[in-house]
Structure formats: C-alpha cells, structure tokens
C-alpha cells in the first residue's frame, strides 16, 4: 500500500511539474515573440510590470473593442475617461485609504514578502496533492481553502503557524500585516496636495454623476462605463500578467433606483446557464458548484436582484465570446469577511487555468454607498429626482430649539446637546415629547 501511495504522489508530483513546463514554455515563447515581456528587463526588470510589443496591443485591442460594442454600444451607455490621479479626500472618503488592504507576511530570515493568503493556499493545496497526508488533514485543508479569502489576519497567522507554513527559502514567517495597496503620490511642486494612483476606475464615475445624470436627460435607470489604466502595489506579484500593478480596466456602473432594481432586458438572459459557488457553501468548508439559469438563481434570492444578475449573465456571454471555454468559468459569491466595505452583494467572475480558479471581473452591487459618502463629503447632491404623481406624506420628527439661549446656558456643551437630540430616533424624540419635553412633532 506503502509503495501504491508513494507512486501515486509521483505522478501528481510529475503532473504538476509537466503543467509548470508547459506553461513556463507557453510565457517564455510569448516573451520572445513579443506579446509581453518585463518592464525595464535591460535594468533587471521590476515584478508586476510588463510591456506589451506589437501582438499583444493588437489583441488587446480587440478584446477592447469587443467589450466596447457588448457593453457600451449595446446597452446605450455613457462612456468617460477620467484622470488617474486621484486627490487623497476622494479615495478617503470611498473607504480606500483605511480599508483597500491585503494581508502580508516577512520571511523572518531574509525580509522576502509574501500575500499571506496565497502562501497558506500554495502550502494547504501542496497537502492535499501529497497522498501522504492523512485522510482527515485532507479533509481539514480543503475545508479551509474553500473559505479561505473569508479570513482576517489573526486567522491567517493561526493557520500559517499551526500548519508550520515556511518561506520559498524554508525560513519562518513573521505575522501577517495589513498592507495598503494604492500607489501614493504629491500633487504639484508643493507636495501639500497629497493624492494616489486610482486603484479602480469607479471613483471618477461617482464624482461625475450629476453630469452623467444631465447627459441621459435625467432620465433613471442609466449606466456610465470607463476603459482606463488602473494601479495596485500588489504585495508579490509572482503570477505573470494574472496579477500585475498597472493594468487596464473596462468598468460599469450601472445606477437604478435603491428599491427597484428590475431589470428590463432581464426576461432576456433568464435562461442562461451559470455555474454559482455561493457564500453558504464555502462557509460550509465546500466548493461544489451548483448549475442552473440566472432566473433560477435571482428567484431562489442566491442573487441579490435582476439588475446584478443581468450583468453576470451579460459578463459570461462576453467571456464566452473572446473564447473562455463554459466549463472553466465560475461566478463565485464574496463571503461576509472578504466583501468589499462598499458591496451588498459581489460575485467575482472566475476562471479555472494552470495557476487554479483566478478572478477576472467583478460584478458587486454597491448599493448606495459612493454617492453617499461623496455626498456627505461636499455637501454636492449626488442624488436623481423622480416625478410623482401623487406626493408622499410622512410622519417626521424635528428638534426645534433656540439655538442662540442654548448656547448662552450652555456654551461649549452647546453642540453636544444639539446633537444628541439631532441623533434621537423618530420613536425616542416622541416619547420624550409626550413626557413633556419641547420637541416639535409636525406632519410633512
């Protein structure tokens, strides 16, 4: 049984070593044909830039120009091309400057970095391969991996300890650390105006909505769209042009209204066939696929609405086009750790190549949450005014005060009263009314 186990690990061993091969030959014939080849290569090059030569630009420009007319052209939609500088307040206010992070972790020894996920993937994945490792441990490392973009650091740290998870070089790992990933830069000789390299093409959508607003006639829903070169100080890219730090985005935002979101062409894909790996399966340790319409899916409430469900149909019927094969593309459901601080609901569009399952879109509905805070920010209303027929009557609750003899009995806990009434609830204000406090309960 022994020598059985020892032959069979041999072979998975030799296969995956015969996948390396041809892919390293694979890149290695592009280099040397020109498709891409390292940036800088005569300096020494630096990880995760790359220059296109002449085939690649052409491809890329058809794949472009596809996207363009699947998307653009099809739907009607706005397209821009905004600056990639971005001021520091916009990407503070959109959550990137405290919350754009990946995990990493130091080889101890030599101060090499690696992303600590994908280190802890590569070692739990190498487990599984080896027939030696126990039934049981098997059982454990595929229950991780398949949850395994749900962790935060303290976890990750447990994981790469318990399961004694080394450097390239053997060496120890030291403990996982948040790692910004946008590329800071000074705006103007001064360097007082302190701005990044966008990490995502979305922000400079949000900012333009009301000019958008006014170029669809104030008509709802519509979609803006934006191709454009986008920047993540990505911690190691070591997997060729699947993770780079500059590289061009095609990107939607589509914008309906928050509690209608219907889609009109929906009846259309409805009987497209996805494969779904959901957030309640991987939380279960599993990575099962389930296959069905995206109708099935958007009534089941696996998807979150018609609107995120077209586009996911939509974005499959755009990869199918430029030639990824039906059976290699997944859409996979964020998990509640790992969602995007903006998102409601995010499904990453994968597909399955030598590397395993690797992210190529993103369909995420982020709700409300950029025009909002963009809002709040500037005082600008970034917000789309609908016609009613008949006007809506509600029930308000205001705090009515003399702000001026509060501010003589109180001074400087003026404000602070002024605001704790400010933040009561409409069901707190009326009872402290009734008790017999100065509130003002007038009908809208």
């Not at 959109?94 to 030599?110: A, Q």
């Not at 100080?233 to 699947?242: A, K």
Request: hydrophobic letters at 40%.
């Amino acid at each position: 049984m022994t020598n059985n186990n020892n032959a069979v690990a041999a072979c998975n061993d030799q296969k995956s070593k015969s996948v390396e091969n041809v892919r390293g030959r694979l890149e290695e014939l592009c280099k040397k044909r020109f498709f891409y080849a390292p940036a800088f290569s005569i300096y020494g090059g630096v990880a995760g830039l790359y220059d296109y030569g002449p085939p690649g630009c052409a491809l890329q420009a058809n794949i472009l120009s596809l996207w363009r007319s699947h998307f653009i052209h099809e739907e009607n939609m706005l397209e821009v091309d905004c600056t990639v500088m971005s001021p520091h307040d916009v990407l503070k206010t959109s959550g990137h400057v405290d919350r754009f992070t990946d995990f990493m972790v130091r080889d101890v020894v030599t101060g090499d970095v690696y992303r600590a996920d994908h280190i802890l993937e590569a070692a739990l994945e190498k487990k599984v391969k080896d027939e030696a490792t126990p039934a049981d441990v098997k059982r454990e490392c595929e229950e991780i991996l398949a949850q395994i973009d749900n962790y935060n650091g303290q976890q990750l740290d447990e994981m790469i300890k318990r399961f004694g998870v080394r450097s390239d070089a053997g060496n120890p790992l030291g403990t996982a650390t948040a790692f910004n990933l946008m590329f800071g830069t000074d705006i103007g000789p001064t360097g007082y105006i302190k701005g990044f390299l966008r990490p995502e093409t979305a922000q400079g959508q949000f900012v333009n909505f009301k000019r958008l607003l006014e170029c669809n006639n104030d008509r709802m829903p519509f979609a803006s769209a934006m191709i454009g070169r986008s920047f993540r100080n990505e911690i190691s890219p070591r997997s060729g042009l699947l993770r780079v730090r500059e590289f061009t985005m095609a990107e939607v935002e589509h914008y309906v209204h928050p509690e209608r979101k219907q889609h009109a062409r929906f009846h259309e894909v409805a009987g497209v066939s996805l494969q779904f790996l959901s957030a309640k399966t991987q939380q279960a340790g599993s990575t099962d696929l389930v296959t069905c319409t995206i109708g099935e899916a958007v009534e089941s409430g696996m998807v979150n609405n018609q609107t995120l469900g077209y586009f996911l149909a939509r974005t499959a019927m755009f990869l199918w086009r430029i030639g990824i094969d039906k059976e290699r593309l997944r859409f996979r459901q964020h998990m509640p750790n790992e969602m995007a601080h903006y998102a409601s609901d995010c499904w990453d569009a994968e597909i399955k190549n030598s590397y395993g399952w690797i992210e190529c879109v993103g369909c995420a509905d982020r709700a409300c949450y950029d025009l909002t805070m963009h809002t709040k920010a500037t005082g600008e209303r970034l917000v789309a005014r609908e016609k009613l027929a008949e006007p809506i009557k509600r029930r308000v609750v205001k705090f009515e005060c003399d702000r001026k003899l509060l501010g003589q009995a109180f001074k400087k806990d003026s404000q602070a009263i002024i605001k704790f009434f400010d933040d009561l609830t409409a069901d707190e204000a009326v009872k402290l009314s009734q008790a017999g406090y100065p509130i003002n309960v007038p009908l809208a």
